[in-house]
């Protein structure tokens, strides 16, 4: 049974046949309104979530589909000890694909190795996310019209980051593209990332404090939250949170088709002022994550033999 854990579970190619998938869905939405009827997607989500959770019951609904749903692991048997394992058998009987959020570094994998439907891996901790990536990767391609030859900075929590860590291993792999790490010290992208993935492929990248800086030679510049839920100490995580805060002055020195991205949601790293640049792509995002999500489930139940 194929999951996604991680976004190099799918190939280039598969990644480019769901964004191409995704694009037909925003030209024709009509002809995929029944492509799911009768299944059911279940949504189990052990940690907040507006986006991923709202979007990917959107994305089920406007497949003809059914969606389930656990909303919090406060409200599900979790809070009596059941365990990731056992939760996923016991929803497989129920639903014939399953969207999980979990706080927990691989707890998705877990899911997986239980399930006997798909599960696609809806963030786990700070490791990866691989569908926001794919939201991500169709808003570059709307907005880039590709992915090779981008110089791509990503700015703010890269440590604890998971959108950022999926989003350099997708990125890696087109050719031309090159990498500008700007965070404080204490928020550098792991080691193990540089290494694996940046340094085995040969990939440039660049890492400096510096937000202004950096900016002039940007085409795209991906801002990320401090995440408050990460930290051991609130002491930490006061003295970091406004690192960064994009603002329409910081802009004048960018190119004039910067796409600025962010996986929501932002606290007080882009100034809301900048909402109202043409160059703000962080809404498009979230509405691109619906399709590229309705492309995914359509995929994998087709894999599954469970659609039609
Ligand atoms: N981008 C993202 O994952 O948002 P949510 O936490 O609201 O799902």
């Given at each position: 049974m194929r999951s996604i854990i991680d976004i190099q579970d799918l190939t280039i190619e598969e990644i480019?046949?769901?964004?191409?998938?995704?694009?037909?869905?925003?030209?024709?939405?009509?002809k995929y309104s029944s492509a799911c009827r009768g299944k059911k997607l279940a949504t189990l989500f052990f940690e907040p979530s507006t986006r991923t959770r709202l979007s990917f019951e959107a994305a089920m609904?406007?497949?003809?589909?059914?969606?389930?749903?656990?909303?919090?692991?406060?409200?599900?048997?979790?809070?009596?000890?059941?365990?990731?394992?056992?939760?996923?058998?016991?929803i497989s009987c129920y639903a014939d694909i399953i969207?999980?959020?979990?706080?927990?570094?691989?707890?998705?994998?877990?899911?997986?190795?239980?399930?006997?439907?798909p599960i696609i891996n809806a963030g786990d901790g700070g490791h990866s996310h691989p569908?926001?990536?794919?939201?991500?990767?169709?808003?570059?391609h709307l907005e880039k019209g590709g992915f090779g030859d981008l110089t791509v900075?990503?700015?703010g929590d890269l440590k604890f980051g998971r959108t950022v860590h999926s989003l350099i291993k997708a990125m890696s792999r087109y050719p031309g593209v090159?990498?500008?790490?700007?965070?404080?010290?204490?928020?550098?992208?792991?080691?193990?990332?540089?290494?694996?993935?940046?340094?085995?492929?040969?990939?440039?990248?660049?890492?400096?404090?510096?937000?202004?800086e950096?900016?002039?030679?940007?085409?795209?510049?991906?801002?990320?939250?401090?995440?408050?839920e990460r930290f051991f100490n609130e002491e930490d995580y006061l003295r970091l949170k406004d690192s960064y805060i994009l603002d329409p002055k910081k802009l004048e020195a960018a190119k004039k088709d910067l796409c600025i991205m962010h996986p929501l949601p932002r606290v007080n790293e882009i100034s809301v002022a900048v909402d109202r640049d043409p160059r703000a792509c962080y809404f498009k995002q979230v509405l691109y994550g619906k399709y590229i999500r309705m492309a995914l489930i359509l995929m994998l139940l087709e894999e599954a033999g469970a659609c039609v």
């Open positions: 480019q046949a769901l964004i191409m998938t995704a694009c037909d869905i925003i030209r024709d939405p009509n609904y406007e497949l003809g589909g059914y969606v389930l749903s656990v909303s919090s692991g406060s409200s599900s048997s979790a809070a009596k000890g059941e365990s990731v394992a056992d939760t996923a058998r016991v969207a999980m959020r979990h706080p927990k570094e691989g707890a998705a994998y877990v899911a997986a190795q239980n399930a006997t439907v569908t926001q990536t794919l939201a991500d990767l169709l808003t570059i900075g990503l700015c090159k990498f500008v790490l700007i965070s404080p010290e204490e928020l550098k992208l792991p080691s193990y990332i540089k290494k694996d993935v940046l340094k085995k492929n040969d990939v440039p990248y660049e890492q400096t404090t510096d937000l202004a950096a900016i002039p030679q940007l085409d795209i510049l991906y801002m990320t939250r401090v995440q408050k």
